[in-house]
């Protein structure tokens, strides 16, 4: 995995910092490995954003920091992570989620035109909410299963292509030194 070019989309730890709300977690977040870039820290980072990124609650990215100081993950890479939902893509995941829910419990499904997802307390809200928390939930395992053994699958491709890059260059030059 190329490091440079995560290191030019990643925050900077003072940039992180400047985010209101993260101060609460002071020298926490001093620690040298929550910023480093290996194969274990992105692969769990992916795995924790991701996951986070399913959780229907304000305050994702607190989570998400907070699982990633507990797993030494990569903070910043688990912070961004949480913007896979945005405004943009939210409606349709979690759309997908609430069906995904219905679908495991096997509930039917309601009109979710009617509902008034600004409101979690209104009554057609509470009728999906089980269903529509277990999709999230369910979903936000799947995406960290799959991001985890992606990201770490990825690594190790990068790796051994490196390491097969490498002998060619040195068989390379051998062969040109013999001559």
Known sequence: MPKRSLRKYLPSPARLMRVSGFKRFGNLLDRRELWHISRTS?????????????????????????????????????????????????????LGAYLFGSALLGAPI???????WLNPLSAEFLGIFPAFILGCAVMGLIAAFLGYFIADGLWRLRISQRLTERARNRLARRRATKR
């Open 42 to 94: 992105i692969a769990r980072a992916t795995a924790i954003g991701l996951f986070c990124s399913m959780i229907p609650l304000p305050g994702q990215m607190f989570i998400a920091v907070f699982l990633a100081i507990r797993f030494s993950a990569n903070v910043p890479l688990s912070f961004m992570l949480i913007f896979v939902t945005n405004p943009i893509t939210m409606p349709v995941i979690y």
């Open 110 to 116: 309601l009109d979710v035109t009617a509902v008034d």
